[in-house]
């Protein structure tokens, strides 16, 4: 059974930052991309950043320059560090691992007021 469970979401000030973690089981996340999405309310699910296998990672426009996705294979796990944070960053945040097929976590919310 496939399992990524993610953390560290939460309410922060304009300008603050967050870390959210995804760890994984159930897959072989050496071979996975995994990725972080967020969808906001009314909005549809969006790409962050992905990173590859071999560490290639890809960024939105939005979260290039201030959030850095990174992976620990000894671990299992998946992190984005999100600085500089807007309000128009808020949104349930989801960690995906994709190979053959796509697993999706079941999200942490992250909250940036105006």
């Known amino acids: 059974q496939v399992q990524l469970v993610e953390s560290g979401g939460g309410l922060v000030q304009p300008g603050g930052s967050l870390r959210l973690s995804c760890t994984a089981s159930?897959?072989?996340?050496?071979?996975?991309?995994m990725g972080w999405y967020r969808q906001a309310p009314g909005k549809e699910r969006e790409l962050v950043a992905t990173?590859?296998?071999?560490?290639?990672?890809i960024y939105a426009d939005s979260a290039r320059g201030r959030f850095t996705i990174s992976r620990d294979n000894a671990k299992n796990t998946v992190s984005l560090q999100m600085n500089a944070l807007k309000p128009e960053d808020t949104a349930v945040y989801y960690c995906?691992?994709?190979?053959?097929?796509?697993?999706w976590g079941q999200g942490t919310q992250v909250t940036v007021p105006s």
């Open positions: 995906s691992a994709r190979h053959d097929d796509r697993y």
């Open positions: 990173i590859s296998p071999y560490n290639r990672k």
């Open positions: 159930g897959i072989i996340f050496s071979v996975n991309t």
